[in-house]
């Protein structure tokens, strides 16, 4: 088994060598808007996992997540080449390529948040001009003593 802190260095070195390699050598078109956001190496430097997220070309357009996952198959031995000259490990570990779904998570927490505050700010609305359904102070108080009591 390798220690933790070798496959944490490999796979942030992969990260580094994939990205750059993915803006300068590889000339795929549709691998243009594609980010690499990490890397994950087993404990035995055999398999490295890398994440991506593809932006659209604008804010509103929807990117061509297809295309890029076809892009990167075809480019896997390339880029497999190019980690293995990059780190000078005996044994280059084989890429596979997964979608980063924490951008998706996080929009999907946005909208969640938004639908939460406009509920929020709902009740506050409606609790503004509210009053109590009972009697202004409904807890019991004490007694108060009389002088007839005390006898």
């Known amino acids: 088994m390798v220690d933790q802190a070798r496959a944490r260095r490999l796979s942030k070195r992969i990260t580094q060598i994939v990205a750059a390699a993915l803006e300068h050598e590889v000339k795929d078109p549709r691998l243009k808007m594609v980010t690499i956001t990490a890397t994950r190496v087993t404990g035995d430097l055999r398999e490295a996992t890398v994440y991506y997220t593809v932006l659209g070309e604008t804010v509103d357009a ?4 297809a295309g890029a996952a076809a892009a ?33 998570e996080a929009r999907r927490m946005e909208e969640l948040l938004a639908r939460t505050r406009e509920s929020d700010a709902e009740v506050a609305r409606l609790a503004a001009g509210a009053h109590p359904a009972g009697d202004p102070d409904p807890y019991r108080a004490p007694r108060e003593r009389d002088e007839a009591d005390e006898t």
Do not use: M, Q
């Open 72 to 104: 990167l198959a075809s480019a896997t031995g390339v880029l497999r080449s190019l980690v293995g000259a990059g780190t000078g490990i005996r044994h280059t570990p084989s890429l596979a390529f997964v979608p980063d779904v924490v951008p998706d």
């Open 62 to 65: 929807d990117p061509d997540s």
